[in-house]
C-alpha cells in the first residue's frame, strides 16, 4: 500500500514548509514539492498542518489501583489515543513485591497483545530493588524496555527508600536505562492525610491540601542530587509545582542532564477545582494534585524555555461511579487520577499555540519529537523524514471541538474540561501507513499496535 498526503504545511520540531509526504507500506518514503508518483491513496491536505503523531510517555491502561482498575484498557485507550492524534503511548508495567519484573513485563504484554490499536512501549515499575532486580534490570534494557519508574510516595505500596533508588540510578549508569520519578515526599503526606482523617477533613479536597508544593519540591531536589551522585541523568514524570520546576530549572542551569514532563491538567485545571459542590472535586484526585493557578504561568513558560522537555498525560481513568465513590467520605480511598489521553494535541495546540504561549514547532517538540529523544523512539518515532515510520497526523488548526463525555472516546463518565471550546483538531491519523482515524471514525483495529523495542542511552 501506498499513501500520498498532498498539499499539507509539514510541521516538524525544526521546520514548517508546504510539501508532499509518499508512505510506501509503513515507512514514509519521499517527501518532496508536487510529488508526481502513483500512490493507492491520495489525501490532500491542503489548510491542514501534517505533524508526526503524537507520543504519550505516561499512560496506565488497565492498571490496578486502590482496589479497582483504571477504566480504560489497551483497546479502548489506544483508540481514544487514536482519535486525539496520539500514535505512540508508553505504559507503565508494575513490579509488585515478591515479584520479578520479568513476571510484571509478560503481565503487561499479556493486557496489550491483541488490544493496542497504535504502537506501544513499557516503562518498567520497580518497587523492589534486590540484587536480582538489578541484573533483571540489565535484561530489560536488552529487551527493549529501556526506563524504569520509582516512587518517592505511596509508602508501603510503591515507595522506595533512598538507598534502593541510589543504587536503581547507578545501574542505569550501567546498563543505559533511565529512571523516572515519581516525586513527592511519601512519609510527609503520609502524616498529614492521618491528620486530616482524624481531624474529620474527608472532602476531596483535603487530597490537595495534603500534598503541599513543597513536599513534591524536595523529592524533586532529592531525586535530582541522587542522580547526581551516581552520575546519570534523571526524568521527573508529572512535574505539578512552580517549586519543583525551580528544583530542575537550577539543575539544568548547572547543566546536570535532568529532564521533566507536565500534563494539560496542570496546565488547564487549577486547585479551584477541588471546590466544586459536593463530591464533584473527586474528579481531579490525581498525584501530585492540581495546583493554584498562578501556577500554570510558570509551567508555560518552563515549557518555553526547556525547563520542561515534554507533555504526557499520566492518563489513568476512573469512574465517578462505583470507582471515585470509593473515597466517600474518606478522599484517601478516592482512586488517583484522571483522563487525558485523547484530549492532550488538542488542549496544547489551543492554550498554548494559538495563545502565543509556545510555537508550533516546540508544540511538535513537546507532543513528540522530545519524548521520542529521551525514551529511545527517534528517528523511528517524533518527526517526519524519510525512514521513519508512518505515524502521520493531518490536523485542522481551524477546526472547533467542544470537550465533552458525550462525544470524546474514553471508557469513562465523566471529562475533566467538560464544555470547553478547543480551536485545533484532528482530522485524520495514520499508523505505520494505515488510516486509523478518519472523518472522526476509528477505522484501524484493535491489535494492529506493536510492541516498540526501544533504545538504550549510548
Ligand atoms: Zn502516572
Not at 56 to 61: I, P
Not at 74 to 84: L, M, Q, R, Y
Not at 115 to 140: P, W
Not at 149 to 155: D, G
Request: with cysteine; aromatic share 8%; proline share 4%.
Amino acid at each position: 500500500m501506498s499513501l500520498l498526503i498532498r498539499n499539507g504545511t509539514i510541521v516538524t520540531a525544526s521546520d514548517f514548509y508546504t510539501g508532499d509526504v509518499l508512505v510506501e507500506g509503513e515507512k514514509i518514503s519521499t517527501i518532496g514539492t508536487a510529488l508526481d508518483v502513483p500512490a493507492d491513496r491520495v489525501i490532500d491536505a491542503a489548510g491542514k498542518y501534517v505533524l508526526p503523531g503524537g507520543i504519550d510517555v505516561h499512560t496506565h491502561l488497565d492498571m490496578p489501583f486502590g482496589g479497582t482498575t483504571s477504566a480504560d484498557d489497551f483497546e479502548s485507550g489506544t483508540i481514544a489515543a487514536a482519535h486525539g492524534g496520539t500514535t505512540t503511548i508508553v505504559d507503565f508495567a508494575i513490579q509488585y513485591r515478591g515479584q520479578t519484573l520479568h513476571h510484571a513485563w509478560e503481565t503487561w504484554t499479556k493486557k496489550a497483545e491483541g488490544k493496542a490499536a497504535i504502537d506501544y512501549g513499557f516503562h518498567m515499575i520497580v518497587t523492589e530493588l534486590t540484587d536480582q532486580v538489578e541484573l533483571e534490570m540489565d535484561a530489560l534494557v536488552r529487551q527493549g524496555v529501556t526506563s524504569f519508574k520509582l516512587f518517592m510516595a505511596y509508602p508501603g505500596v510503591f515507595m522506595l527508600d533512598d538507598a534502593s533508588i541510589f543504587r536503581a540510578l547507578k545501574r542505569t549508569g550501567h546498563n543505559g536505562g533511565t529512571i523516572c520519578m515519581h516525586a513527592e515526599n511519601g512519609g510527609v503526606i503520609d502524616v498529614l492525610v492521618k491528620e486530616a482523617l482524624a481531624k474529620g477533613q474527608t472532602a476531596p479536597k483535603y487530597h490537595a491540601l495534603t500534598r503541599p508544593a513543597r513536599a513534591e519540591a524536595e523529592a524533586t531536589h532529592r531525586a535530582i542530587a541522587l542522580a547526581e551522585i551516581a552520575d546519570v541523568p534523571i526524568y521527573i514524570v508529572h512535574l505539578s509545582a512552580a517549586e519543583a520546576l525551580e528544583m530542575v530549572t537550577e539543575a539544568r542551569d548547572r547543566g546536570l542532564p535532568a529532564f521533566a514532563e507536565t500534563c494539560p491538567q496542570y496546565l488547564f485545571l487549577s486547585y479551584d477545582n477541588y471546590e466544586e459542590p459536593g463530591f464533584n472535586g473527586a474528579k481531579y484526585v490525581m498525584s501530585p494534585p492540581l495546583r493554584a493557578k498562578e501556577t500554570q504561568d510558570q509551567l508555560w513558560r518552563g515549557l518555553a524555555f526547556n525547563d520542561l522537555q515534554a507533555i504526557s498525560t499520566d492518563h489513568c481513568p476512573f469512574c465517578m461511579k462505583e470507582q471515585k465513590t470509593l473515597g466517600e467520605g474518606d478522599f484517601s480511598k478516592i482512586p488517583n487520577g484522571a483522563p487525558g489521553i485523547e484530549t492532550r494535541m488538542s488542549l496544547v495546540y489551543d492554550g498554548g499555540v494559538r495563545t502565543g504561549r509556545i510555537s508550533l514547532n516546540r508544540f511538535v517538540e513537546l507532543t513528540s519529537t522530545s519524548p521520542a529523544k529521551i525514551f529511545g523512539l527517534f528517528p523511528r518515532k517524533g518527526t517526519i523524514a524519510p525512514g521513519s515510520d508512518a505515524d502521520i497526523v493531518i490536523f485542522d488548526p481551524e477546526k472547533k471541538m467542544r470537550l465533552s463525555v458525550k462525544t470524546l472516546h474514553m471508557k469513562v463518565d465523566y471529562n475533566p474540561y467538560e464544555g470547553r471550546e478547543v480551536a485545533g483538531v484532528t482530522d485524520t491519523v495514520i499508523s505505520r501507513g494505515r488510516v486509523i482515524v478518519e472523518g472522526g471514525k476509528f477505522t484501524g483495529r484493535a491489535g494492529s499496535g506493536a510492541f516498540l523495542k526501544r533504545s538504550a542511552r549510548s
